[in-house]
């Protein structure tokens, strides 16, 4: 069964410093999401792709954090410089012809 | 988007049927009701799509009610593998290109 990939799995990184993730989405899937998870919340999604396009991206704070997704494939969402409040998971979302969405495992990041 | 609301948690023992019953009184007509699945340090999961009435499929049952205002996920005979976050998220679900909105979801223990 085709799955969402994602990595690294875990990033310990310092506040100041930047950082990045990159997601591989299930292959034919046009639709991409990056979802920021807190411990004990929901996701809350951050931008949604359509090929290499932005739909949504209201919720992500664009002074620090990016995303990018060039060739309408895989895609790469940036934090510089990461903040404390930053530590999560981040969830990287794939959507096909159908209704479902496909999450990755996710990438958990600690600032410090 | 309409807001759901759903029980903070729930405890069960295996081989018991559990029901997670989710409110959502201002649900729109184009809206679909669906539940979500997250285990620890992974990515949520699809588990089940209904518009109206009963859905059923190999993993569990959702019951609506000719209001739509709630609906009910069903889980047969839960098992430890079970114990996992819920979530029940209203929007308009046929297409993939909708974003989801999560809330805090519906934590299930399962008991031997």
């Known amino acids: 069964e085709a799955e969402v990939a994602q990595s690294p799995r875990y990033k310990i990184t310092e506040k100041s410093q930047a950082v990045a993730f990159w997601c591989d989405p299930i292959?034919?899937?046009?639709?991409l999401y990056w979802y920021r998870q807190i411990l004990g919340q929901g996701p809350e999604l951050l931008v949604q792709?359509?090929?290499?396009?932005?739909?949504?991206d209201s919720q992500l704070p664009k002074d620090r954090f990016s995303a990018e997704r060039l060739k309408g494939v895989d895609s790469t969402l940036k934090i510089q410089p990461a903040e404390l409040g930053d530590s999560a998971m981040y969830l990287c979302?794939?959507?096909?012809?159908?209704?479902?969405?496909?999450f990755g495992p996710g990438t958990r990041l600690t600032v410090t | 988007l309409a807001k759901t609301t759903q029980p903070i948690s729930m405890d069960s023992y295996e081989g018991q049927e559990v029901n997670i019953t989710c409110s959502h009184n201002?649900?729109?007509?184009?809206?679909?009701i669906t539940w979500y699945q997250q285990f620890p340090s992974q990515g949520p999961r699809f588990i089940i799509q209904?518009?109206?009435t009963k859905v059923t499929n190999e993993v569990a049952s959702l019951f609506i009610p000719a209001d739509r205002k709630s609906s009910t996920l069903s889980l047969p005979r839960v098992s430890l593998s079970d114990t996992a976050v819920y979530y029940c998220?209203?929007?308009?679900?046929?297409?993939?290109?909708?974003?989801?909105?999560f809330g805090t979801g519906t934590r299930l223990q399962v008991f031997p």
């Open positions: 979302a794939s959507g096909g012809d159908g209704s479902e969405q496909y």
């Open positions: 292959s034919g899937h046009a639709t």
């Open positions: 792709f359509q090929d290499e396009s932005v739909v949504d």
């Open positions: 201002n649900i729109a007509t184009n809206d679909y």
């Open positions: 209904g518009y109206k």
């Open positions: 998220l209203v929007g308009d679900g046929a297409y993939n290109t909708d974003k989801l909105i």
